[in-house]
């Protein structure tokens, strides 16, 4: 006579207290990774937007640099030439220094006959001389003066039959009075055997 082996039976209680916490231990896992993934997914979007952020203000400041940049290029090419002007103006100023600059005042000015003296005033901006050179068929006197601040200066040349030169010196003055005259008695009109006749020229070194 054969015996039976009968498989054991377990509870369906058992079975289904089981499956209940599988599914539940399901349930927390699939929360945690959704709510992972939400709040990744609101992270990346942030950092997305911040990012965003930032590229704007920094295509707003390289632009604002982009002006900056342009106006002072157009500084320094307008500097470029205040340099070059002071440069050119030391040069001017040093020549001035070095009293090598001139300007002539009278050119073979010449008085013929009446009247028997002529006078010009200048406006001399630097210190420097006067060089005046004069011919005349009688002789003459040329009177320079001036006033610098409290100084009074008056000097003359005189010379006679021929011809003469002198040089005055001179401070920056306005005006700088130059006068030239004949010395002694005025022949008369009526003698043409001396013919009064003078050339002069001054030229002003500064």
């Known amino acids: 006579m054969s015996e039976t082996t ?6 369906k209680k058992m079975v289904s207290l089981n499956i209940a916490i ?3 231990i399901i349930c927390v896992l699939l929360i945690a990774l959704i709510a992972y993934f ?3 997914g609101i992270s990346a979007t942030n950092s997305y937007n911040n990012l ?25 090419i307008g500097n470029d030439t205040l340099l070059g002007q002071i440069q050119n103006n030391n ?19 010449t008085i013929d006959g009446a009247p028997y003296s002529e006078g010009w005033n200048y406006s001399l901006n630097y210190a420097g001389y006067l060089f005046v050179s004069a011919v005349s068929t009688i002789g003459g006197t040329i ?29 920056p003055s306005s005006p700088v009075s130059l006068v030239a005259f004949y010395n ?4 008369a009109v ?17």
């Open 38 to 40: 939400t709040v990744t």
């Open 91 to 109: 040069t001017d100023l040093q020549s001035i220094l070095n009293l090598n600059e001139s300007t002539v005042l009278l050119n073979n000015y």
């Open 22 to 24: 599988a599914l539940g």
């Open 184 to 187: 002694g008695a005025i022949p």
């Open 143 to 171: 009177e320079l003066s001036y006033t610098f601040q409290s100084l009074n200066y008056s000097s003359q040349m005189s010379f006679n039959t021929g011809n003469g030169t002198a040089i005055f010196p001179v401070l």
């Open 52 to 76: 965003q952020n930032q590229n704007k203000q920094l295509q707003a400041w390289l632009d604002g640099n982009e002006t900056v940049l342009n106006q002072t290029q157009t500084w320094l």
């Open 6 to 11: 009968k498989e054991p039976t377990f509870p």
């Open 190 to 206: 009526s003698d043409i055997s001396i013919p009064m006749l003078t050339t002069i020229n001054a030229t002003y070194y500064y």
